[in-house]
């Protein structure tokens, strides 16, 4: 089945991805951390909700789980094992498999910005559902992990084909592409996508998702081993740095404070 992937805004910044069966009425919510406008997509389209998926625990991404089973009924909640999110029917750990809507999703284990953070990736149709690990030119803070974590599970997500499309759960792409610039000012590839960028959010249109390809040319956090990226962390440092793990430490606390 080839599936229709929808965004549906949320809060200030969010995307609940809704996937969807072309064949049928039936959608998975991931990350579905406002209940009202999930209900909306599905009486707009006359759709039932069939399945969650949740990638990590924070309430922007969980907050809705509750009152769309009052709403909708009974169904899998798909999440990490071990997450301080007690809403999970069935646990999720690295390699395992989930079979929804003609779909089969294998899970990533990729903690860093939290520790339970898992993504959903379908071999077959070259997708991901990374939350908030990757974002196009971006990468999640370390809120529970660590850089070392965060930095490893990057490297997981880029060694998928570079023709997967990477679909993160927030519209961070200006400010992570003026960060990125700021790293790289003579990246003609990251100028070309700030550029486009810039010009679909002018028309109030999504950035995402974004494709692994795109990240390896123009995303500093994944590009930690290029010599350009690594002498513009070291310099500001004002050290030499010599591993891309410290080039990736660097670089994530100089975009918190960007």
């Known amino acids: 089945m080839t599936p229709k992937i929808t965004a549906v805004p949320a809060f200030d910044d969010n995307y609940i991805w809704c996937i969807e069966n072309k064949n049928s009425s039936r959608f998975i919510a991931v990350d579905p951390g406002d209940a009202k406008v999930v209900i909306e997509h599905a009486q707009t389209n006359n759709q039932q909700l069939v399945a969650i998926f949740v990638t990590h625990h924070h309430a922007d991404h969980t907050g809705g789980i509750e ?4 709403h909708f009924g009974d169904m899998p909640v798909y999440g990490p094992s071990h997450s301080p999110y007690a809403g ?5 750990q690295h390699h395992d498999l989930v079979h929804e809507q003609g779909l089969e999703f294998s899970i990533l284990e990729i903690p860093g910005h939290t520790l339970d953070h898992i993504a959903y990736y379908n071999r077959e149709q070259g997708i991901l559902f990374c939350g908030d690990t990757l974002f196009l030119a971006g990468c ?5 992990g660590t850089a070392e974590q965060m930095y490893t599970s990057l490297k997981k997500i880029m060694a998928l084909p570079a023709t997967t499309q990477a679909y993160p759960t927030h519209e961070y792409s200006l400010a992570n ?5 700021a790293v790289e000012n003579d990246n003609k590839a990251l100028l070309m996508a700030q550029r486009q960028c810039q010009q679909m959010r002018a028309l109030n249109q999504i950035t995402l998702p974004t494709q692994l390809a795109q990240e390896a040319a123009i995303n500093p956090f994944v590009r930690a081993h290029k010599q350009s990226v690594m002498a513009s962390a070291s310099k500001h440092a004002g050290k030499p740095l010599n591993s891309p793990s410290e080039v990736f430490t660097i670089l994530r606390e100089w975009k918190n404070s960007f």
């Open 67 to 70: 009152t769309l089973i009052r």
């Open 88 to 92: 999970i029917t069935h646990e999720l």
């Open 140 to 144: 999640g803070r370390v809120f529970e």
């Open 177 to 181: 592409l003026k960060f990125a610039v």
